[in-house]
């Protein structure tokens, strides 16, 4: 196969994503008053209307209805006032009611779409947009609909390997999951690269998780997208056949499932063959995508209006209130954080999409000035987001107070401090909640930067050292470390940065 970069020369690939997620965040299910808990005793939050008995009445949940409109408002979308739900037939042992309770082609939320900024190596894959100075550009990708659907319970299979169906000699059925709340997200075919994809579902999973409408876990996946694919010549303006890769419960995932598939189809068709509409899984240990079934006719789901629920109406009123409830969305903070403290975009929208980031850092900023907040902004997307990550906990678990970031920050900015103190103050901030004040004092840190007293120092070091300065002015340059050497053990914990621009001007004389 080819190489991604050289196939993407030739051929044009069309992606378009259908992204799933969990409303983790409601307390009762999408039709009934049961309870929605993950982890909860097997078939304890069930009642007729989530198991499907004759003549239980579903009753829309409102509150349901309104995070998927906060979603569509999130996301640019129209929000319909007037859709219907749909039965899809549906036969399979983890839903009890044979059918799944969905929304035809009018959903609540219609033509949306969200503005991506590329950038970095990420830029690298798409040829044919104009980029910015820096290698940049911004795509606005399409949203089709997203559209209220409901979750089937949970198959447990025994007796198999790995709990699979295959050998199993008995399957259970834990219900408690029937009926949760999912929207489902399907975006216009505009995608045309795996990281323009990676970085829409990476765009959507922080507005959905700043409106705190689910808690968009992948890996328990309470977020899950799938991605098509297809591929057509570069000048070709008709769409090819496309594949349905499912299993994408990754960013990476998603991203390199995509890349593969791309070159997989590439080398299918520069050798003639044709691409077959299948749904396929990607297996990243093996680094493929494999067959998982074969579409031969459009799918009939016998999809029809639910005769128990009534058309849904929404009032002007009604939405206008939800869309009082918005909260500020990730672009908008990011604008504010370049406005207010200079912060440059990535890393202002980096900050911006993460909620806990977000807040301390505002927190944290008021007050600093623009060189300060840069480096509070710096130890919270480097060292701070590090130390999460080998740790595996959240910001809020650490001992950090936003005060102490901006404190550490202002000995940074002011080259109070050299960034390797920097590093073991910030880690007795994190692990004991050190006040970095404090700590610097009571660890004799602070540098000097009394510059008379460098300067004298300087002079005396110079009048025992003078063949060295002769030399120097001579020419052997490199003697200017022997200076900087004496120089900091002689001013033990002093400013380097300082001390070496005062070795230097005395040297040159
Ligand atoms: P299906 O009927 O197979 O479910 P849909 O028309 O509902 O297909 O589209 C599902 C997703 O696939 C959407 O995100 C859409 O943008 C995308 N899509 C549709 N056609 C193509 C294509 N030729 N290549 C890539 N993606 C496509
Ligand atoms: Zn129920
Ligand atoms: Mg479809």
């Not at 901006?406 to 073991?424: F, N, T, V």
Request: net charge negative; with cysteine; glycine share 8%.
């Amino acid at each position: 196969m080819r190489e991604l970069e050289e196939v993407l020369q030739d051929w044009e690939a069309v992606i378009g994503l259908e992204i799933h997620a969990e409303l983790t965040t409601l307390n009762t299910k999408m039709f009934c008053s049961c309870p929605i808990e993950f982890g909860a005793e097997p078939n304890t939050h069930t009642c007729p209307v989530c198991l499907g008995l004759p003549g239980a009445l579903p009753v829309p949940n409102k509150a349901a209805i309104e995070s998927i409109v906060l979603a569509g408002l999130a996301t640019n979308c129209d929000i319909e006032k007037r859709t219907m739900f749909y039965r899809k037939g549906y036969f399979y042992p983890d839903m009890a009611k044979n059918f799944q309770t969905t929304q035809g082609p009018k959903a609540f939320c219609m033509r949306g779409h969200l503005d991506l900024e590329v950038s970095g190596n990420a830029a690298k894959e798409r040829v044919d947009v104009e980029k910015a100075e820096d290698g940049s550009y911004t795509a606005r990708i399409g949203i089709t609909r997203i559209h209220m659907e409901e979750d089937a319970g949970k198959m447990v299979h025994i007796g198999g390997a790995e709990g699979r169906i295959d050998g199993a000699t008995n399957s259970l059925v834990d219900y408690n999951r029937a009926g949760t709340p999912l929207i489902e997200l399907v975006t216009e075919p505009e995608l045309r690269t795996p990281e323009e994809a990676r970085l829409f579902m990476q765009k959507l999973r922080q507005i959905y998780l700043a409106i705190g409408i689910s808690d968009c876990s992948m890996e328990e996946g309470s977020m899950r997208c799938d991605g098509n694919v297809s591929l057509r010549r570069r000048g070709s303006t008709e769409f090819g056949t496309k594949t349905e890769l499912k299993n994408m419960n990754s960013f990476k995932n998603l991203h390199d499932g995509l890349a593969y598939e791309i070159r997989r189809q590439a080398e299918v068709l520069e050798n003639g063959g044709t691409i077959r509409q299948e749904t396929r899984h990607w297996e990243p240990g093996a680094k493929r995508t494999i067959v998982m079934r074969v579409k031969e006719t459009a799918d009939d789901y016998r999809m029809f209006p639910d005769p128990d629920l009534a058309p849904y109406d929404l009032s002007d009123e009604w939405i206008e209130g939800v869309r009082a409830k918005l909260p500020e969305l990730p672009d908008a903070k990011r604008d504010r954080f370049m406005a207010s403290w200079g912060l440059p975009k990535a890393d202002a929208a980096d900050i911006a999409g993460d909620v806990d980031f977000a807040s301390f850092f505002e927190e944290a900023a008021q007050g600093l000035s623009e060189a300060q907040a840069k480096k509070a902004a710096n130890l919270i997307l480097n060292d701070v987001s590090a130390y999460l990550k080998e740790n595996a906990v959240a910001l809020g678990q650490t001992k950090a107070a936003p005060a102490s970031i901006a404190a550490l920050a202002k000995l940074l900015a002011d080259d109070s401090i050299s960034s390797k103190q920097g590093k073991e103050v910030l880690a007795a901030v994190l692990e004991e909640g050190a006040d970095p004040d404090e700590y610097v004092a009571s660890h004799n840190m602070k540098q000097v930067t009394d510059t008379a007293a460098i300067e004298a120092a300087m002079d005396e070091l110079m009048a025992q050292n003078m063949d060295k300065v002769e030399a120097y002015r001579a020419g052997k340059k490199g003697l200017q470390g022997f200076f900087m050497g004496q120089m900091m053990k002689a001013a033990a914990g002093g400013n380097p940065k300082v001390i070496s621009q005062i070795v230097t001007s005395k040297l040159e004389g």
